[in-house]
């Protein structure tokens, strides 16, 4: 479950980062509003599992169309830096609006998915559930990035000044990729919530979104195929040094490390990723 969930995540971060050329660091922020939907809506409101997570996916868009108008206005490294600094802000509001949010206590009791009279309470049907919301993502990507909208967004990527030059509006093409990917990282915020049950802020933060960045580059930047790839590496190969017998601080430690190591070595040997196109 939790690698189908960090596949829809680098999914949709591939396309703002490996297709449009973009370093977002916010990613963890919108993956935070889905789950905080789904949390809030099911808990106090009592509503359906896929009706918050529509409300989240709206609440979610509406928010980085908004955010994207003042990220239009920078470019390179100053882009890096403001989305940067609304994930700190996100992260401030989720631990701090105790009243609605319920700070650092988190909010439990969080409902699993119901269909009709039907609550998928087994694991086994939430996985078959991630996997169907997986497959959705990858169909609006790919068919997105397949489409003249998505050539126009590679061509940002190459050279955004020319294509200025043939009178493409630039910064709507990537305030619309932006809103998109953001509304697609809040289903695996949504799927989070209702499968652990319970969320709290330290989910969402800066790290967070540094190690969903860290899939999409090992994956491979423009490649979809490598964002399901560098989801499965980085999630699987953390659990499978649980084996080793170490103690678990030592292990959290460790994974952090192997992390560190993996990105340097493909700094070195392969910087567009594993099955990337592109290079940062």
Request: with cysteine.
């Amino acid at each position: 479950m939790i690698a189908a969930i960090y596949v829809i995540l680098a999914l949709s971060l591939n396309l703002v980062v490996g297709y449009t050329g973009l370093l977002s660091i916010t990613h963890a922020a919108f993956y935070g509003i889905g789950a905080y939907a789904v949390a809030i809506l099911s808990t106090t409101y009592h509503l359906n599992f896929f009706v918050a997570m529509l409300i989240g996916i709206m609440v979610a868009t509406l928010t980085a169309l908004a955010l994207g108008v003042v990220l239009g206005k920078f470019r390179d490294d100053y882009y890096a830096l403001v989305s940067f600094g609304f994930n700190i802000i996100a992260y401030s509001i989720f631990i701090n609006w105790t009243n609605l949010t319920r700070g650092p206590l988190g909010i439990p009791g969080i409902r699993r998915p119901e269909i009709f009279d039907w609550v998928l309470r087994s694991n086994f049907y939430f996985l078959i559930l991630c996997v169907l919301l997986v497959a959705l993502v990858y169909f609006i990507v790919n068919r997105v990035t397949r489409c003249p909208f998505g050539r126009a967004l590679k061509a940002i990527r190459e050279d955004e000044e020319a294509l200025s030059v043939f009178g493409y509006n630039t910064a709507r093409f990537k305030m619309i990729s932006f809103a998109l990917s953001a509304g697609l990282a809040s289903i695996a915020g949504a799927l989070l919530a209702s499968y652990i049950t319970f969320i709290d802020p330290s989910t969402f933060t800066l790290n967070e979104s540094i190690f969903i960045l860290a899939i999409v580059i090992m994956g491979g930047l423009a490649d979809l195929r490598g964002s399901i790839l560098g989801a499965v590496i980085l999630v699987i190969l953390p659990e499978a040094l649980r084996f080793l017998g170490l103690p678990e601080n030592q292990a959290a430690n460790l994974r952090l490390a192997f992390y560190g190591l993996v990105l340097i070595i493909l700094m070195f040997v392969r910087p567009q990723g594993l099955l990337g196109k592109y290079k940062m």
